[in-house]
């Protein structure tokens, strides 16, 4: 038990030192076929498997993580529009670890 709090304190002393952001988007009519309410925001997924990442076994439905990636960059993109620029970016996951 010691462990998993002195793991969770240790996440929570990286998240404070990293720059987190919330990366949730609120779909509007043009983005998506569906009807998204005022309060829809979609978030970005990762799929894993326990035999990837074998610290993920026993986490449940709605359980938080933090991971440590080291991914390559295996696409840039950069579109502009009359409404500004974005960039975009597909990654390769090369090792990840749970904190």
Do not use: W
Not at 44 to 53: D, F, I, W
Not at 68 to 73: E, P
Not at 80 to 88: F, I, M, P, R, V
Request: charged share 30%.
């Amino acid at each position: 038990m010691a462990d998993k709090y002195i793991k969770n304190q240790m996440a929570k002393e990286i998240t404070k030192m990293v720059k987190m952001k919330d990366v949730g988007k609120k779909m509007d009519e043009t983005e998506s076929p569906l009807k998204a309410s005022d309060n829809d925001v979609y978030y970005p997924n990762l799929y894993l498997s326990t035999k990837q990442v074998p610290a993920l076994s026993g986490l449940e439905v709605g359980n938080e993580c933090v991971f440590v990636v080291t991914a390559n960059v295996i696409r840039h993109e950069l579109n502009e529009t009359d409404n500004g620029s974005k960039e975009c970016f597909d990654f390769e996951v090369r090792k990840i670890g749970k904190i």
